[in-house]
């Protein structure tokens, strides 16, 4: 089958009604942050560009377009906590990305309850199932083709502790479906959720040859 492809060149812009690429890579984890500035003050954002990037240590990260509040407080404590968003967490995960000032807690305006982590100072959200308490590792300026730097910071951290609701382990394996993740879409609201049923497992080819 011959595909009939758009094309475009981003720095000429795309030519649609709305920019496809995070329509495209997508939909994405969200990477919802807690963090504590220098003098204490509490920060709850989420962030759409978010992932896991290495197994052994567990690092994870997730990039920030401007030097927002979690990025300037984790540039100072070197800490930050991820909270898993799920469906039941979905409203309170929206209203925490309300762009208020630095000595607003985001905790509150969300109505989700801080609790204390055990490795860093920064706050889990109790009613969150997963939390992954983390140190930065690197804090990174991105930058374009010809390099320049952008305003754009990727923010990496390793899972220092790692909190699970036990519901979510049968056999001590981790239900994914079971947690109601929800994740991001493109769009200026599109969400999705996952479900058991749209699930469906390939074997990788070097284990069939094992």
Known sequence: MTLKRYSYQPRAGHGLPHDPLNAIIGPRPIGWISSVSAAGQRNLAPYSFFNCFNYHPPIIGFASSGWKDSVRNISESKEFVWNLATRSLAEAMNESSASVPPDEDEFALAGVTPLAASQVKASLVAESPVNFECRLTQ????????????????????????????????????????????????????????????????????????
């Open 139 to 210: 804090l990174i300026q991105l930058q374009d083709a010809q390099g320049n730097p952008i305003d754009s910071w990727l923010v990496l951290g390793e899972a220092v502790a790692i909190h699970i609701d036990e519901s979510l382990l049968d056999d001590g394996i981790y239900q994914t479906a079971r947690a109601e993740p929800v994740l991001r879409a493109g769009g200026p609201s599109a969400y999705y959720g996952i479900s058991e049923s749209q699930r469906f497992d390939l074997v990788r080819p070097d284990a069939r040859r094992r």
